[in-house]
């Protein structure tokens, strides 16, 4: 009983992390990823803001209170925080969702994914009583639901219930394009990027080994002399050493895929696929192995006392290493540490201690970020572009996408920015570079000329796409 009070004084008042940590981690992955994709270019030529991901969007706080109460809280200096006025940069606006996208912190329970059961978070990997006590008192107190199963990744970010998902993205976005003025337009393009912020969350989340294997005890560590100080001491290693400006650009941008394929592939080349092959987790380390009088006929029983198909410690194990103060460690190809191991009284036990876990981190972040670059690629992959018909009237081409099925809208803006509809027109597709619609001339007042397609691509996965220009369009007699 002692030893339960005892336990209960650490846990009470702790708020679990469960994501990388938003403030730091999550924050610097999603701007390494933002600057190695072709965002600001997007923003700059198909929306009109001409200083791209460093455009300056205002949202009024009136118009969104419960989301200035969140940011609020968070530290002003690191440059995801709206001024009293609202104003952030598009860039800022993009981070803001990355760090909010598990508020409330129950949201956090659907940013796991097993690929190999295709599930989401359950409480299946609390191993032993003490972890199961601890758990209990946590959710307890603080009355967050990490204890149901949470609704796979992979989904959530289509899911009904997701305020930052793909339903709220398509929404803002497309009114980024219709809305009548251009405070309006601003506004809504803070929201579809606040939103695309909160999903590539989601698939970062992917690169911690504890959220793509089923892992919720490795988010029950105490990580200081703060008891309210819980979550996960890989996570926060990854916050320590690199904070948020110190996080590694993508080693290589993965390009466009359908959008749970940036989760889990049939070839096994999706994030949360590579993660949980490639790396253990605190709570999915092998079982610890008694070798008895035959130390080398027992490591041939390594493979059982492994969860996963991948990764297995070989039977070849340095026993004089596991048997030494440092103990042995297992390395994957490139040399990272996958596990340390150790041989006391005969028993073979595996840890992952701080050293081990950083350099874990140092070979995930750039992977990370990578496949966050792609996903935001493909988020605003959809271009058009306007031209002046000859003949005329305005022609609307596809852009760097084939278009299938859809609808085109025009609109035009007068000197004062304020947009009308031109035309709606249903289209069926149209190769990249080939015209998809015609329409008539704006009016002589016209100042710039937009349209916005709503549909599919030529492969069928649903698509919005937008382009501009000012008129008289660039090259017209």
């Given at each position: 009983?002692?030893?339960?009070?005892?336990?209960?004084?650490?846990?009470?008042?702790?708020?679990?992390?469960?994501?990388?940590?938003?403030?730091?981690?999550?924050?610097?992955?999603?701007?390494?990823?933002?600057?190695?994709?072709?965002l600001?270019?997007?923003?700059?030529v198909?929306?009109?803001?001409?200083?791209?991901l460093?455009?300056v969007?205002?949202?009024?706080?009136?118009?969104?209170?419960d989301?200035?109460?969140?940011?609020r809280?968070?530290?002003p200096?690191?440059?995801?925080?709206?001024?009293?006025?609202?104003?952030?940069?598009?860039?800022?606006?993009?981070?803001?969702?990355?760090?909010?996208?598990?508020?409330?912190?129950?949201?956090?329970?659907?940013?796991?994914?097993?690929?190999?059961t295709g599930?989401?978070?359950s409480?299946?990997?609390?191993?032993?009583?003490?972890?199961?006590?601890?758990?209990?008192?946590?959710?307890?107190?603080?009355?967050?639901?990490?204890?149901?199963?949470?609704?796979?990744?992979?989904?959530w970010?289509?899911?009904?219930?997701?305020?930052?998902?793909?339903a709220g993205?398509?929404?803002?976005?497309?009114k980024?394009v219709t809305a009548?003025?251009?405070?309006?337009?601003?506004?809504?393009?803070?929201?579809?990027?606040?939103a695309?912020?909160a999903?590539?969350?989601?698939?970062?989340?992917?690169?911690?080994p504890?959220?793509a294997r089923?892992d919720?005890?490795?988010?029950?560590?105490?990580?200081g002399?703060?008891?309210?100080d819980?979550g996960?001491?890989?996570?926060?290693?990854?916050?320590?050493?690199?904070?948020?400006?110190?996080?590694?650009?993508p080693a290589?941008?993965?390009?466009?895929?359908?959008?749970?394929?940036?989760?889990?592939?049939?070839?096994?080349?999706?994030?949360?696929?590579?993660?949980?092959?490639?790396?253990?987790?605190?709570g999915?380390?092998?079982?610890?192995?008694?070798?008895?009088?035959?130390?080398?006929?027992?490591?041939?029983r390594?493979?059982?006392?492994?969860?996963?198909?991948?990764?297995?410690?070989?039977?070849?194990l340095d026993?004089?290493?596991?048997?030494?103060?440092?103990?042995?460690e297992?390395?994957?190809?490139?040399?990272?540490?996958?596990?340390?191991?150790?041989?006391?009284?005969?028993?073979?036990?595996?840890?992952i201690?701080?050293?081990?876990?950083?350099?874990?981190?140092?070979?995930?972040?750039?992977?990370?970020?990578?496949?966050?670059?792609?996903?935001?690629?493909?988020?605003?992959?959809?271009?058009?572009?306007?031209?002046?018909?000859?003949?005329g009237g305005?022609?609307?081409?596809?852009?760097?996408?084939d278009?299938?099925?859809?609808t085109?809208?025009?609109?035009w803006?007068?000197?004062?920015?304020?947009?009308?509809?031109?035309?709606?027109?249903?289209?069926?597709?149209?190769?990249?570079?080939?015209v998809?619609?015609?329409?008539?001339?704006?009016?002589?007042?016209?100042?710039r000329?937009?349209?916005?397609?709503?549909?599919?691509?030529?492969?069928?996965?649903?698509?919005?796409?937008?382009?501009?220009s000012?008129?008289?369009?660039?090259?017209?007699?």
């Open positions: 009983m002692k030893r339960l009070l005892a336990l209960l004084a650490l846990v009470v008042g702790a708020r679990p992390s469960s994501a990388w940590e938003a403030a730091t981690t999550h924050a610097g992955l999603t701007e390494q990823a933002a600057l190695a994709s072709s600001h270019e997007r923003l700059r198909q929306f009109a803001q001409d200083k791209g460093f455009q969007l205002t949202v009024p706080p009136a118009d969104a209170v989301l200035f109460v969140v940011l809280r968070l530290n200096t690191h440059g995801y925080v709206a001024d009293n006025r609202g104003k952030l940069s598009a860039l800022g606006w993009l981070v803001a969702g990355s760090v909010v996208a598990d508020t409330p912190e129950e949201l956090a329970a659907n940013h796991f994914f097993d690929p190999t599930s989401g978070l409480s299946d990997s609390l191993r032993g009583l003490l972890s199961r006590i601890r758990h209990r008192v946590v959710m307890v107190v603080n009355g967050a639901a990490l204890e149901r199963s949470g609704v796979a990744a992979p989904a970010i289509e899911h009904p219930n997701n305020p930052f998902g793909l993205f398509r929404d803002q976005y497309m980024a009548r003025t251009a405070g309006e337009r601003s506004r809504h393009l803070a929201g579809a990027l606040l695309a912020g999903i590539v969350h989601v698939l970062e989340d992917m690169g911690s504890s959220h089923n919720l005890a490795a988010h029950l560590d105490r990580l002399p703060n008891p309210a819980v996960s001491r890989f996570e926060r290693v990854a916050a320590l050493a690199y904070g948020r400006l110190g996080v590694p650009a290589k941008v993965i390009r466009d895929r359908p959008l749970r394929a940036f989760f889990t592939a049939k070839d096994g080349s999706g994030l949360a696929d590579i993660t949980a092959r490639s790396w253990f987790s605190e999915t380390l092998p079982h610890p192995l008694d070798l008895g009088g035959n130390p080398r006929g027992a490591l041939q390594l493979p059982r006392t492994v969860e996963r198909p991948a990764p297995v410690p070989p039977p070849d026993l004089d290493a596991a048997a030494s103060e440092r103990g042995g297992l390395s994957n190809r490139r040399g990272a540490c996958l596990a340390r191991y150790r041989v006391e009284n005969r028993r073979l036990s595996w840890s201690d701080d050293a081990c876990a950083l350099e874990q981190v140092s070979a995930i972040l750039p992977t990370v970020s990578g496949y966050a670059a792609g996903m935001l690629d493909t988020l605003f992959r959809g271009t058009l572009a306007l031209e002046a018909d000859p003949s305005v022609l609307v081409r596809a852009g760097e996408v278009l299938g099925p859809g085109i809208r025009v609109f803006d007068d000197a004062r920015g304020v947009r009308k509809q031109l035309a709606a027109q249903k289209v069926s597709g149209a190769a990249k570079g080939q998809a619609s015609k329409v008539a001339m704006p009016p002589a007042e016209a100042r000329v937009s349209a916005l397609f709503d549909g599919v691509d030529g492969t069928r996965r649903p698509l919005l796409a937008t382009g501009t000012v008129v008289p369009f660039p090259g017209a007699e």
